[in-house]
């Protein structure tokens, strides 16, 4: 069998790269929304030569996570393919975190303190009130305060040729948003719910022990090939 370095060493920084993904999906398990990542390679062959470029690509897989129930009046979860709008240093970007709080001037936030984002803008909660007693979100994503309407969540869908960067667990940035379309479409909202991580900690792991004999395999093979390589050299230094 004809085993070349640079192969091996193109199979190494596969499985390194796939471990870093890997750990990066168990460590936000419970991070709520989050997005599990996957990796693919592309080797580009030309005709009657070796591989002789190697493209890691790392893929956003948006299904569905399972929901939870909190019974929080500001906890919500997308039913469908859509995120919520936040705005983040003036920037539009987008999540599937809905667990959402009132700051002190009664603007929705995140967790991080970013405004959450209606039609309108700004999403005020207490602007025409003394007090916000009773907080009702409908299916469609219109918000009321005591039975007042005050505005409707901005639901931002993603396309296949959206492009989309992670800025942290669960929150994406869009950097082409002529793709984006900020119609609810088939999105249900559900209050008083999460939605949680979409990674199978199970599968996770055994991608991880899958990953970890690979590269034990590559790094066999090099050690078996500098020994060959080493005694063939010492052999012919004595000729």
């Known amino acids: 069998m004809d085993f070349r370095l640079d192969e091996l060493k193109s199979a190494m920084i596969i499985q390194t790269k796939k471990n870093d993904i890997v750990a990066n999906n168990l460590a936000n398990i419970d991070t709520i929304g989050f997005k599990k990542d996957y ?3 592309n080797a ?23 929901f939870e129930e909190t019974n929080n009046p500001l906890d919500f979860a997308l039913s469908g393919g859509g ?14 975190n809905g667990h959402f709080e009132l700051d002190p001037d009664g603007f929705l936030t995140d967790s991080e303190g970013n405004y959450v984002l209606g039609q309108q803008g700004r999403i005020n909660l ?23 309407p005050v505005d409707y969540f901005q639901i931002a869908n993603f396309d296949e040729n959206t492009q989309v960067e992670r800025l942290s667990g669960s929150v994406f940035r869009v ?21 949680k991580s979409n990674v199978n900690p199970v ?7 899958e990953i ?13 090939l500098d020994d060959i390589l080493s005694k063939a050299s010492s052999q012919l230094s004595r000729v």
């Open 39 to 41: 990796t693919f390679f």
């Open 44 to 66: 580009f062959k030309k005709e009657l030569e070796e591989v002789n470029n190697l493209s890691i690509h790392t893929v956003k897989d948006f299904t569905q996570g399972d």
């Open 83 to 96: 995120f919520f709008t936040i705005e983040v240093a003036s920037e539009k970007v987008y999540t599937r």
């Open 126 to 148: 207490t602007q025409n009130f003394d007090t916000v007693s009773n907080i009702f979100v409908s299916s469609e994503g219109e918000i009321y305060v005591d039975d007042i």
């Open 175 to 195: 950097k082409n948003s002529e793709s984006l379309n900020t119609k609810n479409n088939n999105n249900f909202i559900l209050q008083g719910r999460i939605e």
């Open 203 to 209: 599968s996770e792991m055994v991608n991880l022990i």
């Open 212 to 224: 970890e004999r690979g590269f034990e395999s590559s790094q066999k093979t090099i050690r078996i």
